[in-house]
């Protein structure tokens, strides 16, 4: 019975169509199945596509900038370099014993005729002509002057040295 009813309802279901197509070819027109679009799809497949060329080109141009900056960072640091040799010559021209002396002449400076030297033990040789500084005070004085500290305080004009007498002589109370 079940195959019956099965036979019946597919003998129902093919007549029908069978009588559309029928009908369709009286009028003359053809019938195809229905197939899905395919515009949608062709315009997803493009869409992809482009969006890939545009991405590569946007990496190809970050690429290429990258280049350009890294190239020119190599050429400042070049001539940085060739800078800083030249002015490690030049100082090294300058420390010269020659230019030294020269300069010190220009300055009115003379070679000692009688040189003295210090040993580490605090010993001088060829001491000649030496002169040594008469005492603290006026050691610090020179100290000063050549170093030209603005407000220092020298002693020997009225402040206490440390043994605790001024200028005068007098004990500080």
């Known amino acids: 019975m079940a195959t019956r009813r099965k036979a019946a309802v597919g003998g129902r279901a093919g007549k029908s169509r069978d009588v ?12 195809r199945q229905s197939a899905p679009p395919r515009a949608p799809f062709v315009l997803l497949i493009v869409g992809l596509l482009g969006g890939a060329l545009a991405s590569l080109l946007l990496l190809n141009t970050v690429l290429a900038e990258d280049a350009f900056t ?3 960072l190599q050429q400042n640091n070049k001539l940085l370099d ?7 010559g030049d100082i090294a021209r300058e420390e010269s014993p ?31 002509g030496f ?4 005492n603290a005070a ?11 500290v603005p407000g220092a305080i020298i002693p020997g004009e009225g402040v ?14």
């Open 160 to 173: 206490p040295s440390a043994s605790g007498t001024g200028a005068g002589g007098r004990g500080t109370p």
């Open 20 to 31: 559309a197509q029928g009908a369709a070819r009286r009028a003359g027109r053809v019938v």
């Open 70 to 72: 890294l190239s020119r």
């Open 138 to 148: 006026a050691a610090t004085a020179g100290a000063v002057g050549v170093l030209g």
């Open 82 to 88: 060739q800078q800083r040799q030249q002015m490690q």
């Open 98 to 128: 020659a230019s030294l002396d020269e300069k010190a002449r220009e300055l009115g400076m003379k070679p000692p005729t009688q040189p003295a030297w210090i040993s580490p033990d605090g010993t001088v040789t060829g001491t000649r």
């Open 131 to 134: 002169r040594p500084v008469p």
